[in-house]
């Protein structure tokens, strides 16, 4: 399920940061989060207007876009899904798949709309035949919160959920 949450991301960035500087380190290590953040383009109205137009035009009609993303832009990048797909098919099969099998859990941060958690499960069925993952995130953009449970909801990939 993709929660709508931009706390819980803060605390988790934090939690990475600190592990991948205890693990690069020796020693103490004096780390903390910042007190302030800015707003991301996600949040500036003149900057995210084409990502909220796209997601609402998604929303409206769920069963077209599932019919027709694999050849429409990928997450504003000017790619197709399938286009990209095709990049990241070697690295999330050769991290990914020795990892998981039938019934593991992929957690994704800042998902969006989900198709990468989505092009994941695609990926580790073709490559080692699972088909059942159970699959999470967050996102602070409820209007991508919401079509990413209705991609899960209503059109997982195999028996994910």
Same mark, same amino acid.
């Given at each position: 399920?993709?929660?709508?949450?931009?706390?819980?991301?803060?605390?988790?960035?934090?939690?990475?940061?600190?592990?991948?500087t205890?693990?690069e380190?020796?020693?103490?290590?004096?780390?903390?989060?910042?007190?302030?953040?800015?707003? /991301? %383009?996600n949040? &500036?109205?003149?900057?995210?207007?084409?990502?909220r137009? #796209?997601? !609402?035009?998604?929303?409206?009609?769920?069963?077209?876009?599932?019919?027709?993303?694999?050849?429409?832009?990928?997450?504003l990048?000017?790619?197709?899904?399938?286009?990209?797909?095709?990049?990241?098919?070697?690295?999330?099969s050769?991290?990914?798949?020795?990892?998981?099998e039938?019934?593991?859990?992929?957690?994704? /941060? %800042?998902c969006? &709309?989900?198709?990468?958690?989505?092009?994941?499960?695609? #990926?580790? !069925?073709?490559?080692?035949g699972?088909?059942?993952?159970?699959?999470?995130?967050?996102?602070?953009?409820?209007?991508s919160?919401?079509?990413?449970?209705?991609?899960?909801?209503?059109?997982?990939?195999?028996?994910?959920?």
């Amino acid at each position: 399920r993709i929660l709508s949450m931009l706390g819980p991301l803060l605390i988790l960035v934090c939690i990475l940061l600190l592990a991948v500087t205890q693990s690069e380190t020796k020693g103490p290590i004096h780390f903390s989060c910042p007190d302030r953040v800015e707003k /991301s %383009a996600n949040d &500036i109205p003149s900057e995210n207007a084409e990502y909220r137009r #796209i997601t !609402n035009q998604i929303r409206t009609n769920l069963t077209e876009y599932m019919q027709t993303f694999r050849n429409s832009s990928f997450d504003l990048w000017g790619r197709t899904y399938d286009t990209i797909k095709k990049g990241m098919y070697h690295w999330k099969s050769t991290r990914f798949a020795p990892y998981l099998e039938n019934g593991s859990t992929i957690y994704e /941060s %800042a998902c969006g &709309i989900g198709m990468n958690l989505y092009m994941t499960l695609e #990926i580790m !069925n073709e490559v080692k035949g699972i088909e059942s993952l159970i699959v999470h995130g967050n996102e602070y953009v409820d209007p991508s919160v919401e079509v990413a449970n209705a991609v899960f909801d209503d059109s997982a990939p195999f028996k994910a959920r």
